[in-house]
T-cell receptor
Framework: AQSVSQHNHHVILSEAASLELGCNYS??????LFWYVQYPGQHLQLLLK??????LVKGIKGFEAEFIKSKFSFNLRKPSVQWSDTAEYFC????????????FGTGTKLQVIP | DGGITQSPKYLFRKEGQNVTLSCEQN?????MYWYRQDPGQGLRLIYY???????QKGDIAEGYSVSREKKESFPLTVTSAQKNPTAFYLC???????????FGEGSRLTVL
């Protein structure tokens, strides 16, 4: 069975601080990995994704994530957060073949203080 | 306007009543999903469908049912067997080429 763990449930940072949100997954095969963001009152939207190739992927708004296969991790990073990054962030995984079941983590609420 | 339409946005029902939530898409995506979002629990997968007339149980399918008779439509029925139905329900489609999920605005169900 596939699963996703996000250990940080609520993170509070000051503007310009660096961000790293943890994501670990469990799956017995090749995976596709995603980070989604939900800004207050808005739809979930894709931040970035990893399918194959370079394990360091860049997304929108200056976010990046690194896939470390040996650690089953796909942590999200941003060097300097802004107040507008206040949102809930979700990590997701699906197997890259067969039925495309997409499993999400429990989410991390990020609050950025001006 | 392209996208995913969920209806109704808000729904109140009495205990013991079945409820059907609508999800319609005009994105021409084959795969569709139903998630339930509860505070602190993230998105939990209820059912998903990769193609018309085929669907699979997700992680919390008990008390729910779906159908996929048309590519555009993937309705979810919350039955009286669902023990804790009050929640925010999200429908999504997935594009084949990038794997990205696109979400509807959601339906908030409150069972009184």
């Amino acid at each position: 069975a596939q699963s996703v763990s996000q250990h940080n449930h609520h993170v509070i940072l000051s503007e310009a601080a660096s961000l790293e949100l943890g994501c670990n997954y469990s799956y017995g095969g090749t995976v596709n990995l995603f980070w989604y963001v939900q800004y207050p009152g808005q739809h979930l939207q894709l931040l970035l994704k990893y399918f194959s190739g370079d394990p360091l992927v860049k997304g929108i708004k200056g976010f990046e994530a690194e896939f470390i296969k040996s650690k089953f991790s796909f942590n999200l990073r941003k060097p300097s957060v802004q107040w507008s990054d206040t949102a809930e962030y979700f990590c997701a995984v699906n197997g890259s073949s067969g039925y495309q079941k997409v499993t999400f983590g429990t989410g991390t609420k990020l609050q950025v203080i001006p | 306007d392209g996208g995913i339409t969920q209806s109704p946005k808000y729904l109140f029902r009495k205990e013991g009543q079945n409820v059907t939530l609508s999800c319609e898409q005009n994105l021409n995506h084959d795969a569709m999903y139903w998630y339930r979002q509860d505070p602190g629990q993230g998105l939990r997968l209820i059912y998903y469908s990769q193609i018309v007339n085929d669907f699979q149980k997700g992680d919390i399918a008990e008390g729910y049912s779906v159908s996929r008779e048309k590519k555009e439509s993937f309705p979810l029925t919350v039955t009286s067997a669902q023990k804790n139905p009050t929640a925010f329900y999200l429908c999504a489609t997935r594009t084949e080429n990038t794997g990205e999920l696109f979400f509807g605005e959601g339906s908030r169900l409150t069972v009184l």
